[in-house]
């Protein structure tokens, strides 16, 4: 950001110094030549008076003219040139000074009929004189360029430094650090900034922690209705015909399930991102969610199959995982057709990158229809008459640990799963392949 800053200030700075010392410069080379040739006209002027004075009432000038009037008013290395009427010529011509002169500035002043004046200097010291002019404009400009990039840098720290500082803030309330922060910038739009984060960060806090005790209120009712189930259905275990106690067993079975459920995801709801959470088995954690939708999906004449590497592993939450997966299965076993197969394998983004793990949940049914893909994982959109919650609810399972769901085929559906993998990528013979 601070370099940014400085950089559009700069290139400004920049653009403003060539725009005004450019047309500086030349104006200062300009002034010098001017002066120059203004001193040089002043010469001429009192060399015509002079002139003047030496005429005669019948306006001619004698052949033997006075030079000592006008010599020390040639400069030196110059050379005066005068053209007078006389009495016995038409005109005369006079030079004063040198012979010849180099690289010449000339200036000429017409008298009327008293003649006329030709005055040649070298132009060597006008240059020299236009350099140095050059030479402190261009100094000038350079300190005033160095001076405006001294207060640029201040100027971009301070709102550069104010802008990460919020930003960085904003970063730690993102990650759940609710920790009020005093600093203000004097800053006015910054620290109106930083007055709403204090107010988000209160509001955030207060929301949170309402949440986690509505969490844990739910689930303590929930475990409090499912023991007293498992209780009613533990008494049923006890009767006489053997497919009551069957039923009765699966029952509490599938309580128990559902109990362990409940307290892995209010476990996991408490704890912090997944980046650091140790791998867990992904085939391991699917089985058991292949076994329990095994039966109604033999209910409805269906098949339920799951194939993959069994030594793929992922830094997720293991619950998170199986109700994701669960929520996949469902939806497939209601609105799909057909065999549904779960399916674990590994993907690579990219050459450069690390390969994921993928799973996948395909059926053979009739797909997603092309108007509702784009909304599928909406929270409340349905089209089928449910709540419209379940894939919503999948995909911030996923997202929780780091991951991403997708629909990667419309018809028939194929729902996906990307996880970050931990273990290589290996071949049909066992071997890693190399990466």
């Not at 005429?55 to 010599?71: I, Y």
Request: aromatic share 2%; proline share 5%.
């Amino acid at each position: 950001m601070r370099r940014r800053i400085l950089r559009s200030i700069l290139t400004v700075l920049t653009i403003t110094t060539v725009v005004l010392g450019v047309p500086l410069i030349y104006t200062a080379w300009l002034w010098v030549e001017d002066i120059t040739r203004n001193d040089l006209q002043s010469r001429l002027e009192r060399i015509a008076a002079e002139v003047i004075v030496q005429e005669h009432g019948d306006g001619m000038v004698t052949n033997q003219f006075d030079e000592r009037s006008v010599g020390p008013l040639v400069p030196a290395g110059g050379r005066l040139t005068i053209v007078y009427p006389a009495p016995k010529d038409n005109a005369s011509r006079l030079d004063i000074g040198v012979d010849r002169v180099s690289d010449p500035l000339v200036e000429s002043l017409s008298m009327g009929t008293a003649g006329s004046l030709r005055l040649e200097v070298p132009s060597g010291p006008m240059h020299v004189r236009q350099r140095q002019a050059v030479a402190v404009v261009a100094l000038a400009v350079l300190a005033s360029l160095g001076a405006a990039v001294s207060v640029a840098m201040v100027t971009a720290g301070r709102v550069a430094d104010p802008l990460r500082d919020v930003a960085a803030r904003a970063a730690r309330l993102a990650k759940g650090d609710f920790r009020p922060d005093p600093r203000r910038h004097g800053i006015s739009e910054l620290d109106r900034v930083s007055d709403v984060l204090d107010s988000a960060t209160v509001e955030i806090a207060g929301r949170l922690q309402r949440e986690h005790a509505l969490v844990a209120d739910v689930s303590h009712q929930l475990r409090s209705r499912l023991t007293a189930v498992r209780l009613r259905l533990d008494e049923l275990s006890a009767h006489t015909d053997p497919d009551v106690v069957h039923e009765a067993e699966e029952a509490m079975a599938q309580v128990d399930r559902l109990t362990e459920a409940i307290d892995d995801l209010v476990r996991a709801s408490r704890d912090e991102d997944a980046a650091d959470r140790d791998p867990v088995p992904v085939m391991a954690e699917l089985r058991g969610v292949v076994t329990e939708w095994t039966h109604p999906f033999s209910e409805a004449g269906r098949t339920l199959s799951l194939i993959g590497d069994e030594s793929l592993c992922a830094p997720i939450t293991g619950s998170r995982l199986r109700e994701a997966v669960a929520v996949l299965v469902d939806n497939a076993l209601m609105h799909g057709g057909g065999t549904c197969t779960v399916s674990v394998r590994t993907v690579r983004p990219g050459r450069d990158r690390e390969p994921l793990v993928c799973v996948e949940v395909a059926d053979e049914g009739e797909g997603v229809r092309d108007e509702l893909a784009p909304h599928i994982f909406d929270r409340g959109f349905s089209a089928g008459g449910s709540t419209g919650v379940g894939l919503a609810l999948a995909r911030a399972l996923i997202e929780a640990d780091g991951g991403r769901l997708e629909l990667q085929r419309r018809r028939p559906a194929l729902f996906a799963v990307f996880l970050g993998a931990t273990t290589p990528i290996r071949s049909a013979s066992g071997v890693p392949e190399p990466r």
